[in-house]
């Protein structure tokens, strides 16, 4: 059986992955799941969307399929499925706003050619740029992000759209529909970006758009929010930005350059993600040795991996949250784990379902391993955002680890 990318991204970050685990050596095949079973009905089925009815578990993470008018979308985690049901309201307020009277209006106001030639901006030649304006003062007039600094993720608009100020526009149109702009929701993207381009040619402001419906658009999209993602992130900030802030507040956790230099040019994570783990990391500010869990970080490969690693970090967060003092973070070969004060090492994981697979039994020896060769080790825990299957939880016990399942992540 394939390994499912979390499970295989962890164990490659250990290193010395075992050949063959211990425990219990009746292995699981992954579940499959009725999700009228395992959802909410909010997360099951609204106006905007319906979940199918069979959910695909990987040994760790819930594979769920989001239908809606507008199309269907994967989700591959409970936490993505939160964030795709409230894009599909986001996406019915879109539409609302883009077939309003007064919205058309001023985008014919600002003439259709004006958006061929801005869009003819990002997919032609420099020439066509230069031809475009006079002089690069007027470019810098609308540019929206640093022309220098950290890499872009892979995420981000091209140079060009930031250089005439669409990418800032597309920012300011998602942080009032309350999304993620650098979302891997391809059904988001491409209606975030037609309205965002439409808004741009026209001139029409936020203020504008959301008086298009009654309320506001805030209050149409933020009822019975699923998903808290964005809570608390600036997303109108330019990139470059976040990241100049990310950098600050990483150095005066005491963790070196280097080491921020490759966190923050680590291009798979989305500046959202990035911006997540070190919110998380600062708000543990009586954790020592935070740059363990950077170091951790560094290594993902892949978004989903990034993903995860955003939402571990709020996990550790909020041990601290709760009264749970988290004395400091220690390297468990390449991986990080949380100290407590009272000498016990917990690892966080935010999995919707364990289930005790081949490759999960391996991975649960090797970290078993590193922490037992842990000095001064007074207990082992794992905590797990979702559920875990009872012979999950009879092999991990029975290597000596307290399990603490759904927990919020």
């Given at each position: ?49 319906s979940v199918d009815s069979k959910v ?107 250089m005439i100020g669409f990418s800032s ?195 649960a020896d090797a970290l078993n391993r ?40």
């Amino acid at each position: 059986m394939k390994k499912p990318i979390i499970t295989l991204a962890l164990s490659l970050a250990i290193g010395n992955f075992p050949n063959t685990a211990v425990a219990d050596s009746k292995y699981e095949t992954p579940p499959m799941f009725q999700a009228a079973r395992i959802l909410p009905a909010n997360l099951l089925k609204s106006p905007y969307h319906s979940v199918d009815s069979k959910v695909s578990n990987d040994g760790v993470s819930n594979h769920y399929t989001v239908k809606s008018k507008f199309g269907t979308v994967a989700a591959d985690s409970t936490a993505e499925l939160k964030i795709r049901v409230d894009e599909m309201k986001a996406l019915s307020a879109m539409e609302r706003v883009s077939e309003s009277k007064q919205f058309t209006r001023q985008v014919k106001e600002g003439g259709k050619d004006a958006v061929a030639g801005a869009k003819a901006l990002v997919t032609k030649s420099v020439t066509t740029l230069k031809g475009a304006f006079v002089g690069i003062g007027k470019i810098a007039e609308r540019a929206g992000d640093a022309l220098l600094g950290d890499p872009p993720s892979d995420a981000e608009g091209n140079r060009f759209e930031s250089m005439i100020g669409f990418s800032s526009t597309k920012r300011d149109y998602a942080a009032e529909f309350q999304v993620d702009p650098y979302s891997t929701n391809p059904l988001l993207q491409k209606r975030l970006e037609e309205i965002a381009w439409s808004g741009y040619s026209g001139k029409i402001t936020t203020s504008v758009i959301s008086a298009l419906i009654p309320g506001g658009i805030g209050a149409f999209v933020s009822t019975a929010k699923t998903s808290d993602w964005l809570e608390g992130i600036p997303v109108q900030t330019p990139p470059s930005e976040l990241r100049k802030m990310n950098r600050e507040k990483l150095m005066a956790m005491g963790i070196s350059s280097d080491i921020i230099d490759l966190f923050l040019g680590n291009t798979v994570y989305t500046p959202v993600q990035q911006t997540k783990i070190v919110q998380a990391l600062a708000r543990m500010d009586k954790t020592a040795d935070r740059v363990h869990f950077v170091k951790f970080a560094v290594l993902a490969r892949t978004g989903n991996a990034a993903f995860f690693r955003a939402r571990q970090a709020e996990m550790y967060a909020n041990l601290s949250k709760n009264a749970i003092n988290v004395e400091r973070f220690v390297g468990v070969g390449n991986n990080a784990a949380a100290r407590l004060s009272n000498g016990a090492v917990v690892f966080c994981f935010p999995l919707d379902y364990l289930a005790w697979t081949e490759a999960n039994a391996n991975l649960a020896d090797a970290l078993n391993r590193q922490v037992d060769s842990l000095p001064k080790v007074q207990g082992k825990e794992i905590r797990i955002a979702g559920g875990i299957s009872a012979a999950a939880r009879r092999a991990l016990e029975s290597l000596g680890w307290k399990v603490v399942d759904n927990q919020k992540g």
